[in-house]
């Protein structure tokens, strides 16, 4: 009921910046809280960052100070600036949203979109 769309990965240097988008689309009201995770080759999926429907925001360690999670409600759509880039930042990020259908909790996850830190 819920559809993610991604946007905005790349290849950039060390220290440099990048801005991914998340659109979202269907029962976009039944939304809980959206957010930000990554997978890295042989690794597992992380949570980068959440922000809930009142707008109350989660980070990684990893990330503090550095990546900025904020919503455009108008548009339905989620983003995560990310500063400071690191080659350990380096990872396929997945949008991820989480809502409620009557008695269930669910989650809808973008395609993934990969983004590449050069040192």
């Known amino acids: 009921q819920v559809q993610l769309v991604e946007s905005g990965g790349g290849l950039v240097q060390a220290g440099g910046s990048l801005r991914l988008s998340c659109a979202a689309s269907?029962?976009?009201?039944?939304?809980?809280?959206m957010g930000w995770y990554r997978q890295a080759p042989g690794k597992q999926r992380d949570l980068v960052a959440r922000?809930?429907?009142?707008?109350?925001?989660n980070y990684a360690d990893s990330v503090k100070g550095r990546f900025t999670i904020s919503r455009d409600n108008a548009k339905n759509t989620v983003y995560l600036q990310m500063n400071s880039l690191k080659p350990e930042d380096t990872a396929a990020y997945y949008c991820?949203?989480?809502?409620?259908?009557?008695?269930?909790?669910?989650?809808?996850w973008g395609q993934g979109t990969q983004v590449t830190v050069s040192s």
């Open positions: 991820n949203a989480a809502y409620r259908v009557y008695l269930s909790d669910l989650a809808s």
């Open positions: 269907g029962s976009i009201f039944s939304i809980n809280a």
């Open positions: 922000i809930t429907r009142d707008g109350i925001t």
